[in-house]
C-alpha cells in the first residue's frame, strides 16, 4: 500500500489514479490527523509527501511532519514531492531521511521508476558476500579481488543494478570506478541498451551544453549540421558522468535540470527533449568537503547520490594485487603473443609490498611496461625493479621509499614548472603518444590536451 499525503484533492486523484493503474493499492490523507490514524491501522510500504499541505506554504508543516514519520517508521523509504521554489526545503528533507525527491509538474513515468526503485532498494535483504556466488548470480568479468571490502561493494552493486536509483562512486584516481559503472549498466535491466561515458573533466563550460544536450544547426557559428547530444544517446540506457566534481556552477545548474525532470532543449532549440536514462556518477574528490566551501551545489549532490559506493585504494587490498598481476600477465600473453609469460612468486610478493600511489592504473601500466622490457618469460624482482617507475621516473622500492633523485628542493621550481617539466619528459619517453602520455600521468587526455596547449608544447591527435 502507498499513503499519498497532500491536501490538494486534485493531485490527490492524479496520483491516486497513476497508482492504482500500476498495480499499487493507495490510500490517502489531507495532513499529519489522518496520516497517523492511517499509520495506526497498517503501515504503507512507501509515503509520498508533499512538502506543502497547509495554508502555511514554507514547507515547515511538511519537515516536520516528515521527521515524525521517520521516527515511527524508520524503515519505510519517503518520497517527497516539491515545486522548484522548495528544492532547498526537499534538500532538508533529504538530510531527514526522505528517500528522493520529485519536482512538479512531475513526469508520470519517472515518478513511478522512482516509486519501485525505492521500494526495491528497500525489500532488498543483504546477504554475506562471496565471489563464487557473486559470479554465478552476476557479471563481474572485468573486476578482479577477493578482498572483503571489494566483495561488500559487489554486493551493493548487485542489489541496485536492477533498480534506477542513481549511484555515485568516489575513490582515488586509478581505483577502477569506470569498471565499477560498467558493471551497474551491466547488472541492470537496461543491459542491452547504451552505456555513454562522458568525461566531464574534459569539457569546457562553453562547450558543455553542446555535448551533452546537442546543438541545432545554427546554434553557433560552427553549428554546420544538427548534433545528438549524450544524453540523448543514452535513452533508454545508462550515462556515465566521470570527474562530476569538475563541474563549474553554471554547468552544474544546467545538469541538475535534466536530472530533476528528465528534459532539456538542444542548443538553439526550444523545443525540450525527454529522456529516460539511469545516471551513475564518478569523482576523486570530496564532494561533501566542496558543498560545505560552496563549490558543488547542495541539491546536486543529493540528486546524484542516492546510492554512494567508495572504492578502496590498491594499498588498502594489498592481497588482491598478485590476483591482478596474474590478470593483467594472462591477458598480455595473448596481446603480445607469449603463452610462457608468468611472474615468479618472489616478484608477486615484492609487488604486493608496494605503495602504488596510482593505484590499479598504475600496476597496470607497470606490469605492462616490463613485460614490454623484458625478454624473461619469468618475470622476476630485478624485471620489475628496473620498468616499474613512479610518473618521476624515480625507482619504487617494496619500502615505499623512492630511490635516485625525487622532488627539487622546495622553493627552486614553482607548481606550475614543474608540471611542465612532467609533461615534458613524459611526451619524450612516450614519443609524443598523447593516449599513452596521459595514462602516465593519472589524467584524462582531454585535460592533457589542455596543459599541452597551454604550455605550448607541440602534439599531434593521432595515436
Same mark, same amino acid.
Given at each position: 500500500?502507498?499513503?499519498? *499525503? ?32 492511517? $499509520? ?28 515524525? @514519520? ?26 531527514? &531521511?526522505?528517500?528522493?525527491? @520529485? ?45 572483503p571490502n571489494l566483495l561488500a561493494i559487489l554486493t551493493t ?45 574534459? @569539457? ?23 548534433? *545528438? ?15 562530476? &566534481? ?8 544546467? $545538469? ?29 574528490? +570530496? ?6 566551501? &560552496? ?57 604486493? +609490498?608496494?605503495?602504488?600511489?596510482? +593505484? ?18 619469468? $618475470? ?76 605550448? @608544447? ?6
Amino acid at each position: 500500500m502507498l499513503l499519498i *499525503i497532500d491536501d490538494d484533492i486534485a493531485i490527490q486523484t492524479s496520483l491516486s489514479l497513476l497508482f492504482r493503474k500500476e498495480g499499487f493499492g493507495v490510500r490517502l490523507a489531507d495532513g499529519p490527523f489522518d496520516t497517523f490514524e492511517i $499509520l495506526a491501522e497498517e503501515t504503507p510500504e512507501l509515503i509520498l509527501l508533499d512538502m506543502n499541505f497547509s495554508v502555511d506554504t514554507s514547507g515547515d508543516d511538511g519537515l516536520r511532519l516528515l521527521r515524525r @514519520i521517520r521516527e515511527r517508521l524508520p524503515n519505510v523509504p519517503v518520497i517527497l514531492i516539491t515545486g522548484w521554489g522548495s528544492i532547498d526545503l526537499a534538500v532538508e528533507g533529504m538530510k531527514a &531521511g526522505a528517500r528522493d525527491f @520529485i519536482t512538479k509538474p512531475w513526469q508520470n513515468d519517472h515518478l513511478v521508476q522512482s516509486v519501485r526503485t525505492a521500494l526495491n532498494l528497500a525489500q532488498a535483504t543483504p546477504t554475506s558476500p562471496n565471489r563464487r556466488k557473486l559470479d554465478q548470480q552476476f557479471r563481474f568479468d572485468n573486476i578482479v579481488g577477493e578482498d572483503p571490502n571489494l566483495l561488500a561493494i559487489l554486493t551493493t552493486i548487485g542489489r541496485v543494478a536492477p533498480t534506477d536509483a542513481p549511484v555515485l562512486i568516489t575513490g582515488e584516481s586509478g581505483t577502477g570506478k569506470e569498471l565499477i559503472a560498467e558493471a551497474i549498466h551491466q547488472n541492470s535491466r537496461r543491459h542491452r541498451q547504451p552505456f555513454v561515458k562522458v568525461n566531464l573533466g574534459g @569539457i569546457s563550460s562553453t562547450l558543455f551544453e553542446s555535448e551533452l544536450f546537442g546543438h541545432v544547426r545554427g546554434a553557433f557559428t560552427d553549428a554546420k549540421s544538427d548534433r *545528438i547530444g549524450r544524453f540523448e544517446l543514452a535513452d533508454k540506457g545508462s550515462i556515465f558522468l566521470d570527474e562530476i &566534481g569538475d563541474l563549474d556552477p553554471a554547468s552544474q545548474v544546467k $545538469l541538475l535540470r535534466v536530472l530533476q525532470d528528465r528534459t532539456f532543449e538542444p542548443l538553439g532549440s526550444s523545443k525540450s527533449r525527454t529522456v529516460d536514462v539511469r545516471v551513475i556518477c564518478a569523482t576523486n574528490r +570530496n564532494l561533501e568537503e566542496m558543498v560545505s566551501r &560552496g563549490q558543488f551545489r547542495e541539491d546536486l549532490f543529493y540528486r546524484i547520490n542516492l546510492i554512494s559506493i567508495h572504492l578502496p585504494a590498491l594499498r588498502e587490498r594489498p592481497g588482491d594485487i598478485p590476483l591482478l598481476v596474474s590478470y593483467f600477465v594472462d591477458n598480455l600473453k595473448v596481446i603480445y603473443n607469449r603463452p610462457d609469460l608468468q611472474v615468479s612468486a618472489s616478484a608477486q610478493k615484492w609487488l604486493k +609490498n608496494l605503495p602504488l600511489p596510482g +593505484n590499479i592504473r598504475q600496476l597496470k601500466n607497470g606490469v605492462e611496461r616490463t613485460v614490454l622490457l623484458s625478454s624473461n618469460d619469468e $618475470l622476476q624482482v630485478d624485471d620489475f625493479e628496473r620498468n616499474l617507475t613512479q610518473t618521476t621516473g624515480s625507482k619504487l622500492q617494496a619500502s615505499g621509499a623512492i630511490a635516485g633523485p625525487s622532488l627539487p628542493p622546495v622553493g627552486s621550481m614553482t607548481l606550475e614548472e614543474m608540471e611542465y617539466q612532467m609533461i615534458h619528459r613524459a611526451m619524450a619517453f612516450h614519443q609524443n603518444r598523447v593516449a599513452k602520455v596521459a595514462r602516465a600521468l593519472g589524467i584524462t587526455r582531454f585535460a592533457l590536451y589542455r596543459r599541452l596547449e597551454k604550455f605550448g @608544447i607541440p602534439y599531434t591527435t593521432e595515436e
